[in-house]
């Protein structure tokens, strides 16, 4: 399977050219005064999504773990003359990203099976074509092309929203497209810039982030952002700004998270357990592949303030989590303390927190995934998700009760489940280099347990008071199977980590690689004397790179 010609691309377009193809049949049958039952449309949307992941598996089995070049690489000229290719491929980071995705993805639909209606034809499409767009951002190595499926994603998951949502969707749908647009904006400017200043280094127009195979130009992380002629922040502090902005408001990290309580809280389940699971890591992909390669003098010496950020989006999110009284805003708050855990790993720059955050991002997409589903599956039960309406449903309901339980443990980095591997590499990593910020960053870890371990004991125990719950029914097959899958990853990161952090090890030394050569590069343009005391941070990531190498 990992011999199939294109199997990346195969991987990517299988969902939208079978959207596609659905839809123009239905409107062909439509024409002919015929109509595809929502049943086939269903099925359909399952299969193809049950395929991709299927041939995704071959992106596992053919990945070279020691090899740290972009591998399954696909280069086809589309504009040569404005450096426009198509240009795909993955590393360790992109591949298990992209496995999340398409993991997710058919789980999502056979958990909403009865939940796309109005219009299933509509709902299949939209699923699909998110998915992929999603895979398509985890594969781009052209900036413009990363562009596109970034702004891909945004259409359909906004629909999501708008359509199958809750009473307020459509002002969370536009808040949700808003608030990306404005980030998107920004980051096209600073790409317009970056592959202007390519072109005067180089002579020639490119989006390409690395030199395509036969290709005899140069790729952007060949551009030197240069450092000379004025303060550094006025060149790649404004341009790694550009990019940051908007990866920042898809994490979100705060104060840009406003709109994800109300994008949470008005999705139908399958677009929240997207938008928590991928959409949301996007943000931190955006960092890893693109801002900190390109900019890395800006993004080491603004380390702390991405830290300081992520400190507060963990307290401020588990301290909002803690008053919540609807148990799906409580799950999104606490996206909001988890995603900030992701972001201390990736500005602690070291292996350690690198990987954590990384792994940390796969760990949330299973984990809270798997909570907002069955925060969903209570949900079409009694048509609430306020807290106070449950207690003790742990007794008309114990197969979901000891789920729920395995899976609230997950989300608060229970030892021996995933949520524990990320964390505490996060924090080892965090210590060595920021002490001060891995402390109280460790008391929210306290704080997210705390909240969680309320939620369940408020929804789970106790006496059933309210009549309404003495005749809720338990977790049927389909549901089990849903939720018994996604715990087979949860326990597997938890007692065998090192099957997914292998995959890592290469991708995040040739970053660290990357960014230590390119802050020389950067450097090299000061005056002498002023290249020797303007970038602390930027020697101190080349210093600690080098470590780490031996």
Request: net charge neutral; charged share 10%; hydrophobic share 55%.
């Amino acid at each position: 399977m990992s011999g199939l010609p294109n199997l990346l691309s195969w991987v990517t377009f299988l969902p939208l050219g079978t959207a596609l193809f659905l839809m123009l049949g239905s409107l062909a049958a439509t024409v002919a005064g015929a109509r595809l039952p929502a049943q086939v449309w269903r099925g359909l949307g399952l299969g193809v999504s049950l395929l991709t992941f299927v041939l995704s598996l071959g992106l596992w089995l053919g990945h070279d773990p020691t090899n740290v070049e972009f591998q399954f690489v696909e280069y086809v000229p589309w504009i040569p003359q404005l450096g426009l290719h198509y240009f795909v491929g993955i590393d360790g980071i992109g591949l298990l990203l992209i496995l999340l995705t398409t993991f997710l993805v058919p789980l999502v639909l056979i958990a909403s099976w009865k939940e796309a209606t109005p219009s299933p034809r509509a709902w299949v499409f939209f699923m699909l074509s998110l998915e992929t767009g999603m895979i398509g951002t985890f594969a781009a190595l052209n900036l413009l092309q990363f562009y596109l499926f970034w702004e891909l994603v945004l259409v359909p998951m906004a629909f999501l929203i708008g359509i199958w949502g809750g009473p307020r969707r459509i002002h969370a749908a536009l808040k949700f497209f808003l608030f990306t647009l404005l980030g998107s904006l920004l980051m096209l400017v600073g790409l317009l810039v970056v592959v202007h200043l390519h072109e005067v280094q180089f002579g020639h127009m490119n989006f390409d982030l690395v030199a395509g195979p036969g290709s005899k130009g140069t790729g952007l992380l060949q551009t030197v952002i240069p450092l000379a002629g004025a303060p550094w922040w006025q060149t790649q502090a404004w341009l790694f700004a550009a990019f940051a902005l908007a990866f920042a408001i898809k994490v979100p990290i705060v104060p840009l998270h406003t709109w994800l309580p109300d994008a949470h809280v008005e999705a139908p389940t399958a677009g929240s357990v997207l938008l928590a699971a991928v959409l949301l890591k996007m943000g931190g992909y955006g960092f890893l592949r693109f801002a900190f390669p390109l900019f890395p003098v800006a993004a080491t010496e603004l380390a702390p303030l991405f830290l300081a950020l992520a400190l507060v989006g963990i307290l401020y999110g588990s301290l909002v989590a803690m008053v919540q009284r609807d148990v799906k805003k409580l799950v999104a708050y606490t996206s909001v303390a988890h995603l900030g855990f992701v972001m201390l790993g990736l500005f602690a720059f070291n292996v350690e927190g690198l990987e954590g955050g990384i792994l940390q991002m796969v760990n949330h997409g299973l984990s809270t995934g798997a909570l907002f589903l069955m925060v969903g599956m209570l949900y079409e039960r009694r048509h609430t998700r306020r807290i106070d309406e449950f207690g003790g449903i742990a007794k008309p309901m114990p197969v979901f009760a000891a789920l729920f339980g395995v899976v609230v443990m997950s989300s608060i980095g229970l030892p021996a489940l995933n949520g524990f591997v990320g964390e505490f590499l996060i924090l080892l990593g965090l210590f060595q280099v920021h002490p001060a910020v891995a402390v109280p960053a460790t008391f929210g870890v306290v704080l997210a347990a705390i909240t969680m371990l309320w939620m369940m004991r408020r929804v789970l125990f106790g006496p059933v008071e309210n009549p309404e719950n003495r005749g809720l029914i338990d977790l049927g097959r389909r549901e089990k199977a849903v939720v018994v899958a996604l715990l087979v990853p949860i326990f597997w990161i938890g007692l065998h980590p090192e099957t997914f952090l292998k995959r890592l090890h290469a991708s995040v030394f040739e970053l660290q690689r990357v960014m230590e050569e390119r802050t020389a590069q950067s450097l090299a343009t000061l005056p002498e004397a002023v290249g020797q005391g303007s970038s602390p941070a930027g020697r101190d990531l080349a210093r600690a790179s080098g470590e780490e190498r031996h």
